[in-house]
């Protein structure tokens, strides 16, 4: 367990992650989430990382200002 934490540090990332399927647009108050859940995926994947021993900076996954639009 404290591996998974390790990989995914970021509380509620599986969840923000739904709002790609389409079921998520069903849910009853899927319109006032949204911007929490963006946040989310803007923390984990618009951000420049660290990694490894030499500390090797990786770019970020998504563009913030892509998923603004």
């Known amino acids: 367990m404290v ?14 992650l739904g709002i790609v399927y389409p079921h998520y647009w069903l849910l ?6 949204f911007n929490i859940h963006l946040k989310v995926v803007k923390a984990l994947f ?6 490894g021993v030499t500390k090797e900076v990786v ?11």
Do not use: I, W
Request: include cysteine; proline fraction near 3%; charged fraction near 25%.
């Open 28 to 33: 009853e108050g899927c319109d006032e989430s």
């Open 46 to 51: 618009c951000t420049l990382k660290k990694m």
């Open 3 to 16: 591996e998974l934490h390790t990989h995914f540090p970021h509380h509620g990332v599986n969840e923000a």
């Open 59 to 69: 770019n970020e996954v998504l563009c913030a200002s892509t998923l603004d639009v």
